[in-house]
């Protein structure tokens, strides 16, 4: 049997897996690193990522890791000549509620004590409101304007339903290419030392070391390990299970569409756009019929949530818009490297985005050729914060339950993980201490 003796050993290839072995090897010197996969890196859950990013959460412990996720991705960034492609037109939320009084205190409760710095209120002709006609992330302002009021809202945003009342138009956000900035670390650490080896973990036990069972090719094969990090994404808890520990992490498949826009449904240079409203979804009186004699789709039938998302892809003068809409968080499942997909989601969610733009109802019953509907895991704590740091079991560390937000927090996660690994805690980060603090009360 065919034995790899190793210092770290990664399992997981997603982008969590990858930035956590990437700042071990260039932050840390750390040259003896193994990361392992059933499949190749960034084919599963990476894969089918919305690759949309935000530095604003409604906790300020978040909201600092995030932010502190994006710091990391500007440096790449300007390191390779925004090989990563990161772009900054922003977040913009939206709400027919002209006072949506919770949504504000949570915005006020994210950003802490820099939220009167950096929240900025616009109403009536909106003067000092920057449109992001530009997706340059170097220039793009930073914080929040909140735009109220619906003439205000028409007035730059003129393809939007007409009763939304309130905008949150988070500013340092957008979107980057997570398959770049996973094949940039790769190469990067690769001259280090860092491998990758395409193998299946089948068993785990300890001793003095960790002996790791893989399956690779075919043949049963052993890697010995000083440290384990656990960053398997949707497969974490089986990981963990192996060796007798057992994580708080549920997973819920989410769905998502992209398509060509060739009728120009939707503003290339429009933000993501996250419609936060609930709807009931107009169906006509032969769909009510039909999906109310299927019980599995007879909730289509009831109020459903809001948080709808939809965004250009491809740039300014490219076709392609994603849509997506995480409507059955309450629905768990176990994990499967091949998911099984709702036939019916695509016309699900454009029905459901075509609240907010009205244009895309054109789509209803003709969505174009040009099209993909893929899926991947959100796995999450209950709180939908992730699991960083050092686990249960001496010499295993945990980088995973980035429920949404694994590319956008992958930097971050990879960073936090690396110094939990070497016992070098964060010197600058705002949120060092609490994080901390908070995980091991998981």
Not at 406 to 428: E, F, N, Q, S
């Amino acid at each position: 049997m065919k034995t790899n003796d190793v210092e770290i050993l990664v399992i997981g290839a997603g982008i969590v897996g990858i930035a956590t072995a990437y700042y071990l090897a260039v932050q840390h010197k750390r040259a003896r690193l193994l990361i392992v996969d059933e499949g190749q890196p960034m084919v599963l859950t990476s894969a089918q990522s919305g690759e949309n990013y935000r530095n604003w959460w409604p906790h300020p412990t978040m909201a600092d890791f995030t932010d502190h996720s994006t710091d990391l991705m500007e440096e790449i960034a300007r390191r390779s000549e925004n090989r990563i492609h990161m772009t900054r037109r922003g977040y913009l939320l939206v709400t027919r509620e002209e006072k949506p009084e919770e949504l504000l205190q949570q915005l006020y409760a994210g950003y802490g004590e820099h939220a009167a710095k950096l929240i900025r209120l616009h109403e009536g002709s909106g003067r000092g409101y920057v449109p992001p006609h530009s997706a340059d992330w170097q220039s793009a302002p930073d914080g929040v304007d909140v735009l109220l009021g619906r003439d205000l809202i028409a007035a730059h945003y003129p393809t939007f339903d007409k009763e939304v009342s309130t905008a949150l138009h988070i500013r340092r956000a957008g979107d980057i290419s997570g398959q770049q900035l996973g094949q940039y670390m790769l190469e990067t650490m690769r001259p280090l030392g860092a491998q990758f080896q395409q193998a299946k973990v089948v068993g785990i036990a300890k001793t003095d070391r960790f002996t790791v069972e893989v399956l690779a090719d075919g043949t049963r094969q052993t890697i010995k390990a000083d440290i384990i990090v656990n960053a398997a994404g949707p497969f974490a808890a089986h990981v963990a299970a192996m060796h007798g520990e057992a994580l708080p992490i549920v997973n819920v498949l989410q769905q998502k569409i992209a398509f060509a826009d060739r009728n120009r449904a939707v503003d290339r240079k429009m933000p993501f756009a996250i419609d936060l409203d609930g709807q009931t979804l107009a169906w006509s009186d032969d769909e009510r019929e039909a999906l109310a004699a299927a019980p599995e789709f007879a909730r289509l039938l009831a109020p459903m949530p809001g948080s709808i998302h939809c965004r250009p892809d491809g740039g300014d003068h490219g076709e392609w818009i994603k849509l997506g809409w995480a409507f059955n968080a309450e629905q768990t499942t176990a994990p499967v490297r091949e998911p099984e997909l709702n036939p019916y989601f695509p016309e699900v969610v454009l029905r459901a985005a075509s609240r907010l733009q009205p244009r895309l109802a054109q789509y209803l019953g003709a969505l174009p050729r040009d099209r993909v509907h893929y899926g991947g895991y959100y796995p999450m704590t209950k709180e939908n914060w992730p699991l960083i740091g050092a686990a249960k079991t001496p010499g295993v560390f945990l980088a995973t339950a980035l429920s949404g937000y694994g590319t956008m927090g992958a930097c971050a996660t990879g960073d936090l993980c690396a110094r939990a690994v070497v016992a070098r805690p964060h010197p600058h980060s705002p949120a060092a201490s609490r994080w901390r603090a908070i995980r091991t009360r998981r």
